[in-house]
């Protein structure tokens, strides 16, 4: 065995290598295809700046605290809502309905994806109603829902894990299609069961569709929560900000909304740190 | 006069383990006027423990034949035979699973005949020592440069524990000094275990290097144009005078069925 062959690949460099001299040979400065390497932290600069904006907009005077609060409002109008216990129990069940409507919604639309992924009658039955779902928005179906189900929690759970239920849905049968089918080819040669194909095989080639689709499900569950908070509800984030619409109060409206925006973003990074930990398998243009 | 030799050496070979014998096999893709002939009356008879390299343009439908003795699909006519024994496999590319470790992507062929855990961890130990990669166990296929992925594939094959290994293009996708040391591992591997290996190459000198026989294909369709004994000792250079001068005359040959078909 030579050295080029027992050298452990080097996790960057693709392990040609002419590729490595002529990167290492070209002149400084010259720009390279793809991304390139990760910003430390980079997904905050966004957001970041977006605040930054904010702040010295209002700190120069050039926004109207009756269009848009001040930061620092918003902060010390957070502190009292929290203080006099105002925010916290409608946070506790906002963070609930969104739990539990995540994890419906998320079981259902594995399980619909599944079936109809691995199974060509699976997918004459499932597919259809489900596409028609995803045709219909939440809005539309808030009335039925409400006649259905009461004004209760049912209700409010059920139409977030229909939104969840959608993008799950549809990534992870898109995934579970997508398969390489040299792999089906492999797993036959190997004999393998069906079911050992489908645990061993599909799930784990599935799983970068089902995290994408776990990431719009996120978002799309914060979403069913503002609409089914501020309709018919008597507690909540969003019922908080409907009474402080009504009485104008922009200042607790937008503590609301820097509430559903870091909630969003939180989940969403929580969503991503697993992604990366679970799909150390994968080399995409990401890293 | 490959007809003749064919039916000797089926006379021969009988029905021994580790013996694969093609009769007629034909091959149709689709009906009709449409029809495509991949493979057109291919007969050969292999003998248990030799190494037959089948060499061929590229759509000549060498990797059709390896799929068909697979039974990867299904023959259109004839027959193929090899004595009820599993056969272990071998591809170029997405050889591996990405999502398992290495030592997972060889375990995977055991489980599936219900050896246990220990046993399996052990014997995923003792071949990946065969394929020179103790230590890379637990690695994913990513982390591994191309030459060690088709070592990991290797192991795999011989983890189903089949006498008859097909390989198509294994080493296609290998620099020329990496495919030349994985050749030596091959012919070691191959002795000391007897398997029968049928091996699918477009490259001549490897298949002169690595076959007791080379069995060259015709294009569309393909059939049975001549078989090479290479009679030549063993471990064998690539780039030794009597390999390039049967390569080279093979070359011809092929050139001349390529010309055929104007590319």
């Known amino acids: 065995m030579t050295a080029v062959e027992t050298e452990p690949a080097r996790a960057s460099a693709p392990p040609h290598d002419e590729a490595a001299s002529g990167r290492a040979s070209r002149p400084r400065g010259k720009r ?23 702040v010295w907009g209002s700190a120069q005077g050039w926004i109207d605290p009756r269009i848009l609060t001040a930061p620092w409002t918003v902060v010390e109008t957070a502190w009292n809502l929290w203080e006099t216990g105002r925010l916290g129990p409608d946070l506790l069940v906002s963070a609930r309905r969104f739990a539990l409507g995540l994890t419906f919604g998320v079981l259902a639309g594995l399980v619909l994806a599944i079936v109809s992924g691995l199974s060509r009658w699976g997918e004459a039955v499932v597919d259809g109603p ?61 004999r393998l069961r069906p079911a050992s194909f489908v645990g061993r095989v599909v799930l784990p080639g599935a799983l970068p569709g089902f995290f994408l689709g776990m990431r719009f499900a996120v978002t799309s569950s914060w979403l069913s929560l503002v609409v089914v908070e501020q309709v018919n509800a008597t507690s909540g984030i969003g019922y908080m900000m409907l009474l402080a619409g009504t009485y104008g109060q922009t200042d607790v409206i937008i503590v609301g909304l820097v509430l559903y925006a870091l909630l969003g973003l939180i989940s969403d990074t929580i969503v991503r740190v697993i992604q990366r930990r679970v799909l150390t398998w994968r080399r995409t243009l990401e890293d | ?156 094959a011989l983890a189903q524990d089949a006498s008859v290994l097909l390989m198509d293009e294994p080493f296609g996708a290998l620099d020329a000094m990496t495919r030349d040391i994985l050749h030596d591992e091959l012919e070691r591997i191959w002795r000391e275990r007897s398997l029968t290996v ?66």
Not at chain 2, 1 to 21: E, F, I, K, L, Y
Not at chain 2, 107 to 129: F, H, N, T
Not at chain 2, 132 to 148: Q, V
Request: proline share 5%; net charge positive.
């Open chain 1, 32 to 54: 390279r295809l793809g991304p390139g390497k990760a910003i430390p932290f980079g997904y905050l600069i966004g957001p970041l700046l977006l605040l930054g904006v904010w």
């Open chain 1, 130 to 190: 489900v596409q028609i779902k995803r045709s219909i928005p939440n809005l539309a179906l808030l009335p039925l829902l409400l006649l259905w189900f009461g004004i209760d929690e049912r209700m409010k759970i059920i139409t977030i894990a229909l939104g969840v239920l959608i993008p799950i849905y549809i990534h992870t049968h898109n995934g579970l299609r997508s398969i390489d089918g040299r792999y089906a080819e492999l797993s036959e040669t190997l």
């Open chain 2, 1 to 156: 006069m490959t007809q003749t030799r064919h039916a000797a050496r089926v006379a021969d070979t009988a029905r021994a383990p580790g013996a694969v014998v093609l009769t007629d096999v034909v091959k149709r893709y689709g009906r009709g006027p449409g029809a495509v002939t991949a493979l057109d009356g291919v007969s050969l008879s292999v003998e248990p423990g030799s190494f037959t390299c089948l060499l061929g343009a590229s759509g000549c439908g060498k990797s059709t034949l390896l799929s068909l003795v697979a039974g990867l699909d299904d023959i259109s006519g004839g027959s193929i035979d090899h004595v009820d024994q599993p056969v272990a496999m071998m591809f170029q590319e997405s050889a591996l699973f990405p999502w398992l470790t290495v030592a997972g992507n060889v375990e995977i062929a055991m489980r599936v005949r219900g050896v246990g855990r220990a046993e399996r961890r052990q014997k995923a130990a003792e071949l990946l020592e065969t394929v020179r990669l103790t230590g890379f166990a637990h690695k994913r296929p990513h982390e591994l440069s191309g030459g060690m992925r088709q070592r990991v594939a290797l192991a795999r």
């Open chain 2, 198 to 263: 049928l091996f699918v190459t477009h490259n001549v000198r490897e298949a002169v290097r690595l076959g007791d026989r080379v069995v060259l294909l015709s294009s569309r369709p393909g059939r049975v144009l001549n078989v090479y004994d290479v009679e030549m000792d063993r471990p064998r250079r690539i780039d030794s005078a009597p390999v390039a001068n049967l390569a080279a005359s093979i070359t011809d040959a092929l050139r001349e069925e390529v010309s055929r078909h104007a590319g």
